[in-house]
């Protein structure tokens, strides 16, 4: 029986630059089923008007440059750190269609400036949640979260918000079953809608992030390294995000062997560990 942990993973800070192909071990596809994902997302006001957030996980590694007169987006800046396929590191191009778009505590009101399904899924929501923070009062937001693999179709989620356990679910094919006050809150279809109309913004932004999660697990369970081309991959999420539109995919290669394990703490905790490096212009 898998044990929740009700403290956040170990948080390193102030690391130089690291390889993570030659730090963190590679993802073993034939383990699905024994082991969690995890993901961290950092945002920083670096000053009144830039804000820079990255999102790290077992398969994606993200950085967004944001700067604002207060009001709007002056200029946006999408780098892709590690990604599955050749064509992610396209995606800052249709992020700039935001540029000039107000900000506004609802990270989800970046799909109202730009069409989610052209832009890469994760560099667009670290976007939104970029442009969230930029309006907040506190310096410094970090989510660490986790979904465990299926057993007997039941998954087990946390995310610990500033280090504390903010949500932990327990879910069945889609549904929360635990704790009692989210009974039967499914996360399947309109779950964006119902979190905005249910919970309080900042309790929304959580329970979006970590809804994300059980998609982003599902990655685990099917190797794709196998494959070398977008084209290969035939029962894909078309049409869902920028590499996986028909005119990109023809062009993806796959990006064999980025995939890394992060489920020990020893490895959790070096999750942008590097992030202040990069803000030395070494992106």
């Known amino acids: 029986m898998f044990e929740k942990p009700q ?12 390889d993570r192909m030659k730090t963190i071990p590679p993802y073993n596809f034939d383990s699905y089923g024994e082991g969690l994902c995890r993901r961290r997302i950092r945002l920083i006001k670096e000053t009144e008007n830039m804000t820079v957030g990255e999102l790290e996980d077992d398969f ?20 892709i ?45 670290l976007t939104g949640l970029v442009i ?17 693999d299926p057993v007997d ?19 069945r094919e889609g549904v929360i079953i635990s704790p009692a006050d989210w009974e039967g809150v499914s996360l399947i279809g309109k ?33 794709l390294d196998k494959l070398d081309s977008g084209v290969e991959h035939t029962d894909g999420p078309i049409g869902r995000c920028y590499t996986y539109s028909n005119e990109v995919l023809i062009r993806a290669k796959r990006m064999k062997g980025t995939v890394r394990d992060f489920r020990k703490e020893e490895h959790a905790s070096l999750m942008l560990s590097d992030m202040k490096a990069r803000g030395k212009g070494e992106l």
């Open 60 to 79: 994606h590694h993200f950085r967004v440059e944001l700067t604002h007169d207060m009001t709007k987006v002056l200029a946006v800046s999408g780098s």
């Open 81 to 125: 750190l590690r990604a599955p396929w050749s064509t992610c590191s396209e995606a800052n191009s249709p992020l700039q269609s935001i540029v000039g778009s107000p900000l506004s505590p609802d990270s989800t009101s970046i799909g109202n400036y730009a069409v989610p399904t052209s832009n890469c899924t994760h560099l667009f929501d």
């Open 153 to 171: 179709d039941e998954q087990e989620l946390c995310l610990w918000r500033d280090g504390e356990l903010f949500l932990d679910w327990t879910i």
């Open 7 to 18: 403290i956040a993973p170990p948080s390193e800070v102030d690391r130089e630059l690291f």
């Open 132 to 148: 969230s923070h930029s309006v907040q009062e506190i310096p410094i937001r970090q989510y660490d979260l986790m979904v465990t």
């Open 191 to 223: 779950f964006i809608a119902w979190s905005k109309d249910n919970l309080d913004p900042h309790t929304a932004e959580a329970a979006i992030a970590l809804r994300r999660m059980t998609h982003i697990s599902t990655g685990h369970g099917i190797n």
